[in-house]
């Protein structure tokens, strides 16, 4: 066994590699960029070397750089974690020739399964069911359209270096195909530095699942079972799954033997996932396989009890696989969500910034379930513009499906955020969908359920008396805080667009409290002015809700319902009614930054006219272009920055006559 193993990655990855090193007392490295000097991965690891600037392309991918830092350090082992160097063949390679060990699988075998269009051959080879489609590189447009002719509309153009979701276009007609063919091949020329391009068969609304994968140096393989990963966005995953609603034992066996043959064949030694897309008919077909550790492995971990870091460094020191596929089950269900730095009622726009409040749910057996949240950050960090703009992974289980949905439910109540936007609201809103708990899953989900994006779910009845109930509870003990034993038991509460009369007694410790002949008991309040989340017992059944004061009342957040609510004497809610409502500010002739950003261009000068849907500015945050474009016909007024320029979220870029 090693006695010392560097970890080529940053952030939560680098944190959770850390955790199975110290148990299994090996020591650990960590390299850092310029951007990660005070990271958590930093603080925990045993040594950690500078290897540069905070852009990937100087840090984190120079192979150099992480070669000298294991010289200088006498690590034995590299541990790639996902992305950066992980699938890199030549860094496999090059680590083996300099005598170090790439904990991670052979070189032959990354190579082989990097590359699309020669996994996806190398699979059809091996017996495992791959999309329809063309196994080979696409020369021009013409050849794309006589192939994605050939194939049958729609069809999907892919880059066969791709990977994290992009190089990916969906074609359902030729005009797609004109269009779409030249864009994938420049972003994958500009992602990838490789630009050759497949076509395959476009499966409607498929599922993805995939099959983890665990081999050794001695030719033994055995699959950990599936996770589901069909709730994504852009065909990035957000919501993961173990098992998969989706699976019967017969289909799970199938995938598992497919995974496993295609291991076999290449010659798997180490941690993989073998992803296919499936029908909702449980037909299913290979897409890739992914040679590393995955973002979601923690699912498989849960249900299997298997640590699979440890596996892959117990493979890569040459240890036999400690179990044969027999051994292996099922126990229970688990959930995982990932909270991404990102404003889900901005159409998701990323949103990069500081953790002034960071607190997740408490992890282990909690009273609600068993929870585990895999971060590398604490409060105060920032969410840098330069890497992944995940904040971390919450992860659940429970004995069933029902239960793991409602573990994280809970736990995302409980988890608090503050300095940048999250999708925190999103993700419970999704665990609170009757379609997401029947387990009837899409990669089109998010589309279906939300066309216009996510706007926050309407509180249903429950939810609106509870934060009445709550408002009343906390307006209460400001009064009593200002005027003791003068509080009032009659109150109108104004929550959204409802005022409920709502009367409420102080009994044992706890309310009692009647909102329009409701009867409720709010039980366990430990809220004290300030805190920005206030728990609870309502009924029986405790409950979270994040609360801010706001204009003479609060705004009470539970789960993806989000309500105003007023705390008013009835004499003053008379004279509430008779107030006119009040208008927001009209920015509807404005140009908004949407978020923190460098204007990459400003298109319009004062004095154009332009129409519905040109394009007005290009604002750049999170190495992502933003085309920002006018949302009426008009003539601009007004400019007010220039490109180059380091905007806030919401400043005024242009504005119309
Ligand atoms: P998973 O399939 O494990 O969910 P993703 O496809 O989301 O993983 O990618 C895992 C991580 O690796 C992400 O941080 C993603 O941005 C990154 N990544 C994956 N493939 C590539 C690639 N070819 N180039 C750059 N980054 C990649
Ligand atoms: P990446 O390397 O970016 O992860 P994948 O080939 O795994 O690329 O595809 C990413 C996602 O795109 C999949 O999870 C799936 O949702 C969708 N997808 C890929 N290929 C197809 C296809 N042929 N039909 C339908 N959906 C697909
Ligand atoms: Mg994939």
Redesign the pocket.
């Known amino acids: 066994m090693f006695s010392k193993i560097l970890i080529a990655n940053r952030g939560e990855i680098a944190v959770r590699i850390i955790k199975t090193c110290r148990r299994l007392g090996i020591k650990t490295v960590v390299v850092y960029s310029e951007a990660d000097a005070d990271s958590m991965a930093v603080e925990m690891a045993d040594e950690a070397v500078f290897i540069g600037g905070a852009p990937a392309a100087e840090s984190y991918l120079v192979a150099d750089k992480i070669v000298d830092a294991v010289r200088q350090t006498g690590a034995e082992a590299v541990h790639p974690g996902?992305?950066f160097l992980s699938e890199n063949a030549g860094f496999a390679r090059r680590l083996a020739k300099e005598g170090i060990v790439f904990i991670g699988p052979n070189p032959k075998a990354i190579e082989a399964m990097g590359d699309k269009i020669e996994s996806k051959k190398f699979a059809a080879k091996a017996g495992v069911s791959t999309v329809p489609g063309h196994v080979g590189e696409i020369d021009d447009t013409a050849h794309a359209i006589r192939i994605a002719e050939e194939i049958g509309y729609p069809v999907m153009i892919k880059a066969s270096a791709?990977?994290?979701?992009k190089g990916i276009r969906v074609a359902w007609n030729r005009k797609d195909v004109e269009e779409g063919f030249p864009a994938v091949r420049a972003e994958a020329k500009a992602s990838?530095g490789d630009d050759r391009i497949f076509i395959e068969k476009f499966i409607e609304s498929p599922r993805h699942v995939e099959i983890q994968v665990l081999g050794d140096k001695h030719g033994n393989v055995v699959h950990l079972f599936e996770r589901e990963c069909s709730i994504q966005r852009r065909n990035?995953?957000v919501i993961e799954e173990a098992p998969s609603p989706l699976l019967d034992e017969k289909t799970r066996k199938a995938m598992g033997e497919q995974a496993v043959a295609l291991s076999k064949a290449v010659g798997y030694d180490s941690a993989g996932t073998v992803e296919f897309v499936a029908g909702q008919d449980r037909s299913f077909f290979f897409l890739e396989m992914?040679t590393r550790l995955?973002?979601?492995h923690p699912v498989t971990e849960m249900i299997t009890g298997v640590d699979l870091v440890e596996q892959m460094i117990r493979s890569a020191a040459g240890e036999k696989l400690p179990f044969a596929q027999k051994d292996l089950k099922i126990n229970g269900w688990a959930m995982e969500s990932r909270i991404y730095a990102e404003d889900p009622y901005r159409g998701f726009l990323p949103s990069i910034g500081r953790l002034v409040r960071y607190s997740p749910p408490q992890e282990g057996e909690t009273p609600y379930g068993f929870v585990r949240n895999d971060a590398g950050v604490r409060e105060g960090d920032e969410i840098s513009m330069f890497y992944?703009p995940m904040i971390s992974k919450l992860s659940t289980w429970g004995k069933t499906r029902e239960a793991a949905i409602d573990v994280m439910g809970r736990a995302l109540e409980d988890f608090h955020i503050e300095g940048l936007g999250q999708n925190i609201p999103f993700l419970a809103g999704v665990m609170d969908q009757a379609r997401f708990r029947l387990g009837k899953l899409s990669t089109n989900y998010i589309k279906d359920e939300f066309p216009d994006g996510f706007q926050g779910l309407p509180p249903t009845d429950e939810q609106r008396d509870m934060m009445a109930a709550v408002a009343v509870a906390m307006h209460r003990r400001l009064q009593e805080r200002a005027s003791p034993g003068r509080v009032r038991d009659d109150w109108m509460v104004v929550a959204g667009l409802k005022t409920l009369a709502v009367n409420v007694q102080a009994i044992d410790g706890g309310l009692t409290l009647d909102i329009e002949g409701r009867k409720l008991r709010l039980e366990d309040i430990a809220w004290r002015p300030g805190q920005p989340l206030f728990r609870g017992n309502l009924d029986g059944r405790d409950f979270t809700v994040s609360v801010k004061p706001a204009a003479e009342g609060f705004v009470i957040r539970h789960r993806a319902s989000t309500l105003h609510v007023l705390v008013l004497t009835p004499r003053s809610a008379e004279l509430h009614e008779k107030l006119p409502p009040k208008k927001a500010a009209d920015t509807s002739k404005m140009v908004l930054s949407p978020m923190p950003g460098l204007v990459v261009s400003i298109d319009v000068a004062a004095g154009q006219e332009v129409k519905t849907g040109e394009v007005v500015a290009v604002l750049e945050a999170m190495k992502m272009q933003n085309i920002l474009r006018a949302e009426r016909d008009g003539t601009i007024k007004a400019v007010n920055v220039k490109g180059g320029d380091s905007v806030a979220a919401d400043e005024v870029l242009v504005e119309f006559a």
Do not use: S
């Not at 791709?162 to 979701?165: D, I, L, S, Y």
């Open positions: 996902f992305g791709g990977g994290g979701g990838f990035q995953k992914n995955q973002v979601e992944d």
